[in-house]
């Protein structure tokens, strides 16, 4: 095996855990859950750090590895409004926000041509409170149960960071695309 693709195999298993993770969702197993959402974080941890110390970074992996955090993140979101224990509008607005990130980056795409887009500072803040969200809830149904003024004051600020960084998203990409669409 080559070393560089090391990363994407942890990322390829990572992916692969989703459907453990979905079983015991459905099961509202939330202790072992938690458990594996755990170590599919460890596992982005470790395959990022890989990437960029040893400078084994593949196109293959920079598709994966987002798309691979996204489906976890949705993944989790969904089965827990599912149960009931998340609110269906907070998974609906952050389903929309990576779907309108999408749509715009495949619209970007095909009338200006390619692009590299990183995500903000206020993304990565984004994710950072979602997968907050999602632990403490976790946490909270399946091992020791947080207060309530915890775990809404996460869940606003979801919300804010995710509404913010969409309208950012929108904002930049849209100023980007009108300043190439002129020259």
């Known amino acids: 095996m ?8 942890i990322t390829v298993i990572r992916v692969l855990l989703i459907a ?21 974080g460890i596992s982005d ?12 970074k593949t196109r293959f992996g920079a598709i994966l590895d987002p798309l691979a955090d996204k489906l ?3 993944s989790t979101m ?19 926000r990576d779907l309108i990130i999408v749509a715009g ?4 795409h095909r009338a200006l041509g390619p692009y590299d887009m990183q995500p903000s500072r206020l993304s990565k803040s984004n994710t950072f409170f979602q997968i907050l969200f999602v632990v403490s809830l976790l946490i909270s149904l399946g091992f020791y149960v947080l207060p309530n003024w915890y775990l809404l004051t996460v869940e606003v ?10 309208l950012h998203y929108i ?13």
């Open 72 to 74: 976890l993140l949705v």
């Open 20 to 40: 453990p993770l979905i079983y015991l969702l459905e099961q509202q197993s939330y202790y072992q859950a938690l458990w594996i959402f755990f170590i599919a």
């Open 157 to 166: 600020i979801v919300y804010v960071s995710t509404i913010s960084s969409g």
């Open 45 to 56: 941890g470790i395959d990022g750090f890989l990437a960029k110390r040893f400078n084994w």
């Open 105 to 108: 980056a495949v619209f970007y």
């Open 2 to 9: 080559i070393l560089k693709q090391i990363p994407n195999l």
């Open 78 to 96: 969904l089965l827990l409004s599912l149960n009931n224990e998340m609110s269906w509008w907070l998974f609906g607005l952050v389903t929309a």
């Open 171 to 183: 904002i930049l990409w849209g100023g980007r695309y009108r300043r190439n669409r002129m020259h």
